[in-house]
């Protein structure tokens, strides 16, 4: 069975640091994109970053997250720099075939973690 394992959400201050890993079991995802969303209450799930062997970024989180992945550990990660009371939500881990920006292009999905921003 495959599963996208997230773990490092939390509280932190605004203008603090969190780092999210994704550690996928089952299966190698060397191969496939590796992607971050995010969904806030009452909105709808929405891309953060992805990666292949070349990054995407949404723009609201550009120049202050990073995603990367360490193929040998068979792990994604997200750095979130500077973050801001917008950026709370669910985060969730995700892998397809190909790098894309749309929710339903993506094949396995974690369970989500959950990242608070506070003032």
């Known amino acids: 069975q495959v599963q996208l394992v997230e773990s490092g959400g939390g509280l932190v201050q605004a203008g603090g640091s969190l780092r999210l890993s994704c550690a996928p079991s089952g299966r190698t995802f060397s191969m496939y994109c590796m992607a971050w969303f995010r969904q806030a209450p009452g909105k709808e799930r929405e891309f953060v970053a992805a990666i292949t062997w070349i990054s995407s970024y949404a723009d609201s989180v550009k120049g202050r997250f990073t995603i990367s992945r360490d193929n040998a550990k068979n792990t994604v990660y997200l750095q979130m720099n500077s973050l801001k009371l917008e950026d709370t939500a669910v985060y969730y881990c995700?892998?397809?075939?190909?790098?894309?920006?749309?929710?339903?292009?993506?094949?396995?999905w974690g369970q989500g973690t959950q990242v608070t921003v506070s003032s």
């Open positions: 995700a892998a397809g075939p190909l790098l894309s920006t749309v929710v339903t292009d993506y094949n396995y």
